[in-house]
């Protein structure tokens, strides 16, 4: 059973410096791609950053590009999403989805077939 945990999340102030974990398990993980999607209050699920552990090509969507970077430790099954410069537009639930296929658009969820429970990052002015 695919499994994946996301934690790190919080109150920070504007300009300040987040990391955000995704532990997955139930599943060969260097064969997977693993995107970080967030969801505002009233707004679609969107995806901001995404790797291929593969081979470890990455996206970012343009709002994050220069601020958030992710990265994966194959060893621990585990991707992180390193947020620095964080904006109150970046506030959101952020969840971690995963899936054996990379994304032909990672900004859209339906790519993805298993997804973590959600993490909140609160940016306070």
């Known amino acids: 059973e695919v499994q994946l945990v996301e934690s790190g999340g919080g109150l920070v102030q504007a300009g300040g410096s987040l990391r955000l974990s995704c532990a997955a398990s139930?599943?060969?993980?260097?064969?997977?791609?693993i995107g970080w999607f967030r969801q505002a209050p009233g707004k679609e699920r969107e995806g901001v950053s995404g790797?291929?552990?593969?081979?470890?090509?990455?996206y970012y969507h343009d709002s994050v590009k220069g601020r958030f970077t992710i990265s994966s430790d194959n060893s621990k099954n585990t991707v992180y999403l390193q947020m620095n410069s964080l904006k109150p537009e970046d506030t959101a639930v952020y969840y971690c989805?995963?899936?054996?296929?990379?994304?032909?658009?990672?900004?859209?969820?339906?790519?993805?077939?298993?997804w973590g429970q959600g993490t909140q990052v609160t940016v306070s002015v």
């Open positions: 790797i291929i552990n593969s081979d470890g090509r990455t």
């Open positions: 139930g599943f060969t993980f260097v064969d997977y791609s």
């Open positions: 989805a995963a899936d054996a296929d990379p994304p032909l658009n990672w900004r859209l969820p339906s790519w993805f077939t298993s």
